[in-house]
């Protein structure tokens, strides 16, 4: 096993498994910009002590996978090893998000298009881009349960479990949100990408626990991942990697939007 020290830049939402009871797909950088993928992690099992959150440094034992996940920068982590290295990279005074922008911002690809040949190439699957325009987010209904194979399968995994507190299937969030925009790159001719931030599905909680409807829930997502977090004020960037299943599929699976720079040079152009 390799000893990683990674910074954690996405958490996807989780989702049920017959295998790993649920599973959280965690993506990071390492001290040189080097993309990780450290999966499967049960996020929800893991202590208080070691359940990092993004910006944050951590140590982890792991193994680069093998047989059925190819993708080059996929990690099997010692879920016991993890071992959390501080707080959170704060922002400075007035948003600037410099000090984790020398680190996330080391490796920024051009386009979606130049990751589908980076892919092509050399298997790349984790990515960090600025799109040229976020055109839309838009929201369609999806089915509000998880499908009953994967109850079923949940069900008699824990038959088996020795937890003191069983615990129902993370919720699912009955909606689809997808990115729609353009890049700045000549061969775009446009993208439609689904969002799987974690932090999608828990404001959609939160606000629907404090009493919102699930519709205004979701109009509230979009206003925040939309309006706000692509805004003009912001240099928004998209983390995106591909799906293990289908593994020439691109998802979004974080933003990343420090404030636009008003000094006249983006984030961008400080730390390439």
Not at 12 to 19: N, Q, R
Not at 209 to 216: F, I, K, L, R, S
Not at 223 to 244: Q, R, S, W
Request: hydrophobic letters at 30%; a positive charge; charged letters at 30%.
């Amino acid at each position: 096993m390799e000893t990683l020290k990674v910074l954690i830049t996405v958490k996807t939402h989780p989702i049920p498994s017959s295998k790993y009871d649920e599973l959280v797909c965690t993506a990071g950088v390492t001290p040189s910009g080097e993309f990780i993928r450290l999966y499967p992690i049960n996020f929800r099992d893991l202590p208080y002590s070691q359940q990092y959150k993004k910006y944050q440094w951590i140590e982890v034992k792991a193994d680069r996978h093998r047989g059925r996940d190819i993708r080059k920068e996929s990690y099997r982590p010692d879920s016991d090893s993890i071992r959390i290295l501080g707080d959170p990279i704060p922002t400075k005074k007035g948003g600037d998000w410099s000090d984790r922008s020398k680190y996330v911002l080391q490796n920024v690809s051009q386009s979606m298009e130049e990751l589908r040949d980076l892919q092509e190439q050399n298997k790349t699957s984790l990515g960090i881009f600025k799109p040229k325009e976020v055109l839309d987010l838009e929201i369609t209904p999806d089915e509000p349960e998880w499908k009953e194979s994967f109850r079923h399968a949940l069900a008699q995994a824990r038959l088996w479990e020795t937890r003191t507190v069983s615990r129902e299937p993370p919720r699912k969030v009955p909606y689809k949100f997808q990115y729609r925009f353009v890049c700045d790159d000549p061969r775009c001719k446009g993208h439609r990408m689904m969002i799987e931030d974690w932090e999608v599905g828990a404001l959609f909680w939160r606000l629907v626990d404090n009493g919102t409807t699930q519709e205004e829930a979701a109009s509230k997502v979009k206003a925040k991942f939309l309006t706000e977090l692509c805004g003009e004020t912001k240099e928004t960037y998209f983390f995106t990697g591909t799906i293990l299943a289908y593994p020439k599929s691109w998802v979004v699976i974080g933003v990343y939007y420090p404030k636009v720079d008003t000094a006249g040079s983006d984030q961008l152009n400080l730390f390439r």
